[in-house]
């Protein structure tokens, strides 16, 4: 019987790699042979050996039937999925092939306001009707959280033509919506669930924290996969330990039997045909790590963010958002998602985030008007998180006189229009467009998509009216030092569908 690899497209990397081929094929540095260098010091000479795109025994990512085909089925294994699939092509290309496996042009989807601007493409590629669902929103903290099960079985009942929802859980702010129920009440109406679970690759690693019946703070979300989705498409990178770019694609047990199937299918139209093998064996890696060591390490940093939590008392004008008492029936949190409030120091996200980046030499993952959010992961330590700490305790000795009392608010994001867009994403990226001043665009289709990025999700979609709640929270975003991706960075202008 063959001895079980740890790791199978890694250690195929590997031997391909030190084997002495001579290679007479792309890319051109030809395994590091011609490489400049600087390339040299950036990836490292053995590096370049295995930075190949196609040999036989590597396997075919588009046919895997060797170390690819192993790699993926050892990772279906550990986060519970019937069928996974690597990409190389970010979450953002998982997303799309989701939706292009799941749906077809014309169908209705039920899409959750929320959701990364990168379901806009999947849905313009694939000509869905989408119908949005607002998540529910924190009014005194000034945050979106996500949807409830009592909004989809709404939009279930209203519109039972529609295929499938899409929704990201956990959000950016590590809020998760209830999967499990979710999930439920879509599968007794006959449609799918597709999950963006981009910032949530780690939570199968948390099986061992979680207790039966657990509630309240520090509650830990369920994976997708365990709570019955259809589809999950997974950032490995966000918070395990892949190459940038790297995700999976998960299909659960409740899937469609074609499903596999139909993925492979859009496989072939979105996936680039040259993918880099460091890629893909990092996700491989990325999955024998987290068995390995990555549980254990994600166990004490755990507990790690709970001590840090405890410290916030100390720390003026500073708060560590946690889900209020009366939403953790319908939601849960990733404390490994630290969303800090700086307002009561009477300074905006912008502003501490200049100051912790210049000052203390601390990156945050991102600002809004009133937090700043940080990423812990396995990776981190009682050093990381200490240093953290003391970059806090900095800020608000820093700007703790200048409290003003008053905190600077942002709109809630507005809602969705009633009924489904006048335009599909599709019909409004090819419909013919012209350029306006913002305030002249209230009444008109949006013909583009704008975001403060990151989070990334769109104020409106293409193919929406244009409402004067999206104008006001553009500007007052913009006022608060957010950066707006859209045609205009300076938001004087918005492109619309001409009449």
């Known amino acids: 019987m063959m001895e079980k690899k740890t790791a199978p497209l890694y250690e195929a990397v590997m031997r391909y790699a030190m084997s002495g081929c001579s290679p007479w094929h792309t ?178 690693a948390m099986r061992g924290l979680r207790r039966p019946g657990q509630a309240g703070k520090g509650r830990i979300p369920e994976s997708a996969m365990e709570s019955g989705a259809d589809l999950a498409a997974q950032s490995t990178h966000k918070l395990l330990g892949s190459l940038t770019q790297t995700s999976m694609l998960h299909i659960g047990a409740a899937a469609p039997p074609d499903m596999g199937e139909r993925v492979y299918r859009a496989y072939g139209l979105t996936q680039t045909t040259s993918p880099d093998y460091l890629l893909l064996a990092s996700l491989d890696i990325a999955r024998a790590q987290l068995q390995e060591t990555g549980e254990r390490a994600l166990e004490k940093v755990y507990g790690l963010i709970g001590e840090l939590a405890g410290k916030f008392d100390a720390l003026p004008g500073l708060s560590l958002y946690s889900l209020p008492v009366d939403r953790q029936d319908h939601f849960t949190q990733d404390v490994f998602k630290l969303a800090v409030d700086v307002s009561g120091l009477g300074i905006t996200g912008p502003r501490a985030w200049s100051f912790l980046r210049q000052e203390c030499q601390i990156q945050p993952e991102l600002s809004d008007v009133r937090r700043v959010l940080f990423i812990a992961s396995y990776a981190d330590n009682g050093e990381s998180l200490g240093k953290l700490y003391k970059s806090l305790w900095a800020l608000s000795s820093k700007y703790g006189g200048e409290k003003s009392g008053r905190r600077q608010e942002l709109p809630p994001l507005p809602t969705a229009a009633e009924g489904t867009p006048c335009l599909n994403p599709r019909e409004a990226f090819f419909a013919p467009a012209e350029t306006t001043a913002i305030q002249a665009a209230v009444g008109r289709i949006a013909a583009e998509a704008v975001t403060f990025y990151p989070p990334g999700i769109p104020v409106f979609y293409p193919g929406e009216i244009i409402t004067a709640e999206a104008v006001e929270y553009l500007r007052a975003g913009l006022a608060a030092g957010l950066v707006p991706h859209g045609s205009d960075p300076e938001l004087k202008t918005l492109r619309v569908i001409k009449r």
């Open 27 to 204: 890319p051109g540095h030809k395994m590091g042979l011609g490489a400049d260098e600087r390339l040299k010091k950036l990836i490292t000479p053995q590096g370049l050996r295995g930075e190949v795109s196609l040999a036989d025994e590597l396997d075919d990512p588009f046919a895997p039937a060797g170390a690819i085909a192993e790699a993926q089925q050892a990772a279906a294994e550990y986060f519970g999925a019937r069928e996974t699939v690597f990409l190389v092509s970010g979450t953002t290309g998982a997303i799309h092939l989701m939706i292009l496996a799941a749906l077809v042009p014309g169908d209705l989807a039920l899409v959750s306001r929320g959701s990364h601007r990168s379901v806009l493409g999947g849905l313009a590629l694939a000509g869905v009707r989408p119908v949005y669902i607002d998540p529910e929103y924190d009014k005194e903290a000034g945050l979106a959280l996500n949807i409830t099960p009592a909004a989809v079985e709404s939009a279930v009942k209203k519109y039972p033509a529609a295929k499938a929802l899409l929704l990201p859980s956990p959000n950016y702010y590590g809020i998760a919506a209830d999967l499990r129920e979710i999930a439920s009440i879509l599968h007794r109406a006959g449609m799918l669930l597709l999950v963006d679970e981009a910032h949530g690759a780690h939570l199968s």
